[in-house]
Nanobody, 126 residues
Framework: VQLQASGGGLVQPGGSLTLSCAAS????????IGWFRQVSGNGREGVAS????????YYSDSVKGRFTLSRDKDKNTVYLQMENLKPGDTAVYYC????????????????????WGVGTLVTVSS
């Protein structure tokens, strides 16, 4: 049972990247997937979360309107499409899973997620 985040890289300001969070050993149905990011020395910041249904999407104010969540049930993968990236978006990005019964409650709190993937580094720089 694990999550694997991928898709990070170096991108110029204003550019786009799409991160993937692939689940193995379990089906994503019934789980919420949260995306967090961390800059060295800081705690993990909740960026976005996709609940049990595709209509349950939550975003932090810092990324709202620029980041978009989606899910591919056949691939058992959740995506975070990131557009108009800014240097302040530079961080290691992690995906995490929790029971979808949480709904919107504390979606951006890392301690409510029980399964974490290895992070992927996103660097926004010219």
């Amino acid at each position: 049972v694990q999550l694997q985040a991928s898709g990070g890289g170096l991108v110029q300001p204003g550019g786009s990247l799409t991160l993937s969070c692939a689940a193995s050993g379990f089906r994503l149905g019934g789980y919420s997937i949260g995306w967090f990011r961390q800059v060295s020395g800081n705690g993990r910041e909740g960026v976005a979360s996709l609940g049990g249904t595709d209509s349950e999407q939550y975003y932090s104010d810092s990324v709202k309107g620029r980041f978009t969540l989606s899910r591919d049930k056949d691939k058992n993968t959740v995506y975070l499409q990131m557009e108009n990236l800014k240097p302040g978006d530079t961080a290691v990005y992690y995906c995490a899973a929790r029971d979808a019964a949480w709904g919107a409650r504390r979606w951006n709190r890392s301690n409510t997620y029980g399964l974490w993937g290895v992070g992927t580094l996103v660097t926004v720089s010219s």
